[in-house]
């Protein structure tokens, strides 16, 4: 019995990866690309750490990670020329009490609403609301705590807008007592 020749060979994985997720609509799951191409979910990600880190070195592209998944996005520093090229206009501005509750979400999601109004100090309903139908967090679940409270998480479009890659792409959290200051109901403030 022959083996079947690989049509594929002349082309490296980095390269095929990049292929599949320029055509992907969607962020994809790394178990999906092994599968579909015949190999281990470790040759994928050293593949996709590869060609992330070309991407680095000024390329146009970026490699994209988010709860275990992965797609091709432009350079967050091309954003604006990106912006300007499809005629839009960065209008949509976040409100301080939107980007204090996205911040919160990003650092300790998931997280339910009664405990980022905990930290804030004030009801979230409606930031949380907002935030929803932006995009920028979603429902996962509900958390096995009294009366079962959803849990929220950041999007992969949170990291877009963001310029993120990943999460940990988040600055250190540390909020040192000095730095800190109470402004009434609004809780803690960074200086």
């Known amino acids: ?10 082309f490296s994985l980095e390269s095929i990866l ?46 994209q990670w988010h709860a275990g998944r992965v797609q091709l996005t432009t350079a967050p520093e091309l954003s604006s020329l990106i912006e300007k090229f499809l ?5 949509a501005r976040l409100s301080r009490a939107a980007l204090e509750t996205l911040a919160i979400a990003a650092y300790r999601q998931p997280i339910t609403r009664p405990a980022i109004d905990s930290v804030r100090g004030v009801n979230s309903d409606g930031v949380i609301k907002s935030l929803l139908s932006k995009g920028l967090i979603q429902e996962v679940g509900r958390s096995e705590g009294p009366g079962r409270p959803i849990l929220y998480v950041t999007t992969a479009e949170f990291l877009q807008i963001f310029g993120l890659n990943s999460l940990n ?11 800190v200051q109470t402004n009434g109901d609004s809780g803690p403030l960074k200086d």
């Open 1 to 10: 019995m022959t083996e079947k020749p690989d049509e594929f060979a002349s």
């Open 18 to 63: 990049e292929t599949i997720l320029f055509v992907a609509s969607e962020p994809v799951q790394i178990t999906e690309l092994a599968e579909c191409l015949g190999r281990k979910s470790s040759e994928i990600e050293t593949g996709l750490k590869n060609l992330d880190l070309l991407y680095r070195q000024g390329r146009g592209l970026s490699i």
């Open 87 to 91: 005629g839009l206009e960065a209008t």
């Open 169 to 179: 792409q988040l600055p250190p959290l540390a909020l040192e007592e000095s730095n």
